[in-house]
């Protein structure tokens, strides 16, 4: 193998086509390795106006930032809370609004731990 196709500062003089072979498939949107860029991005940026990002208030972000982090620990206790309600009530035979109180809870813990 010649030693410009060794080093990656010698993959300049390399022929697009042999390129594919010694660093792997090409990014779909690079257009320097043949790939082809998004239409739509194509079109706004041949046309020149193209709309920059509209920035959000940093409170807005910072709510939609701690929404999407909190969607799974959130569906976590939703699943306790059922499950409790379902093991309690329904297979149990007890009133439902007992799980919400902590005395069935202690009493609970005290019947599985207790020596």
Do not use: N
Not at 14 to 30: H, K, N, Q, Y
Not at 44 to 59: L, V
């Amino acid at each position: 193998m010649d030693s410009k196709k060794e080093t990656a500062a010698g993959l300049e003089s390399i022929a697009p086509a042999e390129r594919g072979g010694l660093i792997g498939p090409a990014p779909a949107g690079d257009k320097a390795r043949g790939g082809a860029k998004r239409p739509e991005r194509e079109a706004a940026s041949a046309k020149g106006d193209a709309k920059p990002r509209k920035k959000r208030h940093p409170a807005v972000r910072a709510l939609r930032w701690t929404l999407l982090k909190s969607i799974v620990p959130v569906l976590c206790v939703l699943a306790i809370i059922g499950g409790m309600y379902l093991g309690y009530a329904v297979l149990g035979k007890r009133p439902g609004e007992e799980i919400f109180q902590i005395g069935t809870w202690k009493h609970m813990y005290d019947l599985i731990f207790a020596g």
